[in-house]
């Protein structure tokens, strides 16, 4: 599978962005999609996930102002960020799990797949 994210730019302190991600070659609809981030000189980290149950699961930086969504029919995966703060800067990638385990869903290394990343900065 394929995956294309797109939807990054910058933005004041504050503001809303929302990323998506679009997936081509075969449905992920059975997968767990994520969502990572990594700013410069760091390494990347996990932002959210979203099960094919519809279950998410965020990191607590970002919890209650990031929201995951999915759109099976569409393939693509969403990722809504308001209220964002200039340390949310980074670039952000979609990826896919095809065999996911919950234990390790927060893990880079347990995802196949990667879009190319999209750029997100946010201004104070």
């Known amino acids: 599978v394929q995956l294309q994210a797109s939807g990054g730019g910058l933005v004041q302190a504050g503001g809303s962005l929302r990323l998506s991600c679009a997936a081509s070659g075969r449905s992920f609809s059975r997968d767990v999609m994520g969502w990572f981030r990594q700013a410069p000189g760091k390494e990347r980290v996990f932002v959210a996930t979203?099960?094919?149950?519809?279950?998410?699961y965020y990191s607590d930086s970002v919890k209650g102002r990031f929201t995951v969504s999915r759109d099976d029919a569409k393939n693509t995966v969403y990722l809504q960020m308001d209220s964002l703060k200039p340390e949310d800067t980074a670039l952000y990638y979609c990826?896919?799990?095809?065999?996911?385990?919950?234990?390790?869903?927060?893990?880079?290394?347990?995802?196949?797949?990667w879009g190319q990343g999209t750029l997100v900065t946010v201004s104070s």
């Open positions: 979203i099960w094919r149950s519809g279950a998410t």
């Open positions: 990826a896919v799990d095809s065999s996911p385990i919950f234990s390790t869903q927060s893990r880079a290394s347990s995802y196949s797949n």
